[in-house]
């Protein structure tokens, strides 16, 4: 039989371990949500100079890169050779030869690649419309430079604020 004093003990140490515990902290009712207006601008900038490229782009690829369509990510692609062959998928490894150029046709970059899909080998659209292409396949890109390198350039061959068609042949 359990003793009084153990039946109180017990009942103490449950009140103690009980009691210790923390009330979720809570937002006060009459916080006022900051708007930062710099914030602000920044993001009404980017958006304009966004539909702007957008506009340039659309007006491009209709001149001159005939049978493109626009992914839903914003980035143009044809198809020129097709095999049939499945399309690579997240963690395939894959070889292809990428041709960048600038879209007044000076060329920047030639090089043979071996990337593993959605590890961040390559820029995010490049390495998404590799996924809309197979083993064996040619395909050609437009890329917005808000897709591809960025307000930065890569450092060397790629400007600032420059978009760029890519034509890759898959091995």
Known sequence: MISFRKTIFFFVVAVFVLACTKPAPQLPANKIKYIDSTQLALTEANNALITYEDSVLTRYVSDSCTGMIKSGQGF???ISKSTGKERFKDK???????SVYT???NLRIKKDYRIEISKNE???SLDDGLRLVGKGEIAEFVFPWYL????????REIPAYTSIRVIVKMK
Do not use: Q, S, T
Not at 92 to 98: R, S, T, V
Not at 148 to 155: D, F, L, S, V
């Open 76 to 78: 143009w692609y044809k």
């Open 92 to 98: 395939d490894i894959c070889y292809f030869n990428a």
């Open 103 to 105: 879209l007044d046709g």
């Open 122 to 124: 390559v820029f995010k």
């Open 148 to 155: 591809a390198y960025g307000i930065r350039g890569n450092g």
